[in-house]
């Protein structure tokens, strides 16, 4: 993320702790006035009668004022952009006097709070790049995307019955440390890339609803925190953390309905690209997954005299995450793809060995083993249960593969 200087639009630099008492001592009183409030309106729509018309937007950005109280006077308005400006919450308290306000956007602004009167239509807020700290005082009913990113927030709190209807929240760029904390119980995306977070946390598993998480750029080591009680889960990003062992990835397995991942830049990826690229640069030591067991009567029928076409390559490094993860339907930038979903079904046991025969590190402590995987992924049931369970009625070394 690109780092913004006073003068360019931002009050304070993102990676400031405190604003700087020479800026705040710079800026001067500015007032909106009527004439200017008027050129800054657009969008014209149909008002709230549905009969007359009227413009529904107010864009005034980077205008660095400090009062916008003329905008009672525009009381149609819907949708209002203020971004850039030296706005503090005081001087934003007046939107809550515009009726029909479904639609605030102040980023870059001199907001500490997001405590903003309520407001009985508001359903958009975004408060990007500002200097707030709590949110516990966040009280909209309606709201149904709130975001917050690279701010000073160091602890998630908010007051889960106050923002009952939220649906997607945004804390990018903020300082997290982990997932604690509580949150709307109704959200579907959360946003939290860019933070210090090196561990999952239970908090955040109450999100039943929860099916869009975004942890990108974090600290993350072990995946442990990952619960069945995300079961509307479907995409996970966890690109460019520090998970350093793919076996790591077994305990997604909890989520029914994972589809999506994104691992990337981890260094587990990192040093098995590296690995395949030095393959590639050398002899080919493509290792071959396909599944010889099989044999046709009859290749001319199906295919004539130059029989089946040769096996399309498939990348080492998928295939050995799905082995793991074998419900997945997309990951990290392409579907997965029927040749690849094959290849795991016929080498699925072989790819679990080698991936539990890497050595151990101390980031990955509680190794599984092979016979971790011999359960139905899509079960409720307790996953270390059902071990325990299988282990005691069969010999787990004559386990067969086939269903997963």
Known sequence: MEEELPGEGSFIPRKWEEPLQFLIDQIVDLKLTFEEASRSLNTLGKDESAVRYAYLMLTATDRKLTDISVIVNFSHLQFVDLSGNYLTLEALQVLSQLPYLLYIRAERNRIESAGLNPMHFLQVLIFNKNSIRETGEICQPILET????????????????????????????NHLLDTSGTYPKNLEKLFMGKNKIIRINSDLVQLKKLKYLHLRDNNIRKLTGFSETLENLTYLNLRSNNINKVRQLRKLNCLPKLETLIVLDNPFYKRDMKRKEEEDAGEDKTTDYTDTTTEVTDKTEYYGEGGPPPAPPVDVLRVRILALLPNLKRLNKDFVTLDEQEVVEST???????????????????VATTTSYTTDFTTETDFGEQVLEQEEQIDLKTVEFADM
Do not use: C, H, M
């Open 348 to 366: 699925r046991q072989s790819l679990l060995d080698e991936i539990f025969e890497e050595e151990s590190s101390e980031d990955d402590t509680d």
């Open 146 to 173: 709130l975001e917050l990113a690279d701010n000073f927030i160091y602890t998630v709190q908010f007051d889960a019955e106050r923002l009952e209807n939220l649906k997607e929240l945004v804390l990018s760029g």
